[in-house]
């Protein structure tokens, strides 16, 4: 997430793409960075207009005409003067990824959910963008249009995490805005309430010691290539990493979390690790989806 030199963003013309547009605007502003405005049409809707229109019609250019006109529309006021804007009719996903290599785009930035409105989290296209672009992908709350005040990492020290962890201290400074570094840890075993030296509350107290020296000590190695940014380094029990994550952005309200989307997993192809995945499709605020280094 450092300073970026082109970023695309897709919209499909709902109110939470509205505020993925402001976001993407914003930010490319922000950065001096090129901009790109997509908009893609399902070739189904192309088809059932096709079975309406009369033989002969050029259904399909009459559909990107129409789509081109009301994307300039839903972005007037909105995106910078020399903003490009694509209609294209194809399959979402593969279309907008094609779009950002296309535009050496760095971010891709896209509404949580669409037009079938908001859940708790994610939609369906936002899950399949995390899961499969080469490059982070802002997915955007759509009740959060402003700037970011507050974000936040999830840090289980894998290799994953940590590239996390760099792109969140970036984002950080840039919205200049504090980082929390979180942790989600379930306390060791109690030996089925044995009074072993690991039930103990001393041994515990040392267990999560060690945990928040290690935390510590990965925070501060990235912030020197990062510094300037107010990190809280942070411990949060629960039993599910996942969960665990989700109620902490919950409870401090936090505007953007920042993901790997892929950690410490036996996933054998390219996909979300569970953790992240759950944290994508249920979290209620956006998240930056960090991909593993190519």
Known sequence: MEHLTSVLCAVDLSDCSKCALEQASRIAKRDGAALSLLHVIEPRVVDDLEQMMPKGSDVRKGALDGARRELEKFGAGIVPPKTKLDVVVG????????KAKEANAQL????AFGVTGAG??????????ARKSPI???LVDGRHAADFHSAMVGIDFSEQSARALFAA???ARLERCPLHAVHVFAPPPLHYGAPTPQASPTYQRQFQAALKQRLEALVAEQRKLVPDVKVACELFEH????????DYATGKKIDVVVLGTLGRSNLKTLLLGSTAERVVRDTPCSVLAVPPKA
């Open 91 to 98: 399959d979402p996903l593969e279309t907008i990824l094609a």
């Open 108 to 111: 891709v930035v896209i509404g």
């Open 120 to 129: 708790r989290g994610a939609g369906s296209l936002a899950l399949k963008m």
């Open 136 to 138: 982070p992908v802002l």
């Open 169 to 171: 201290l970036q984002l």
């Open 239 to 246: 039993t599910s990493h996942g969960q665990g994550l989700i």
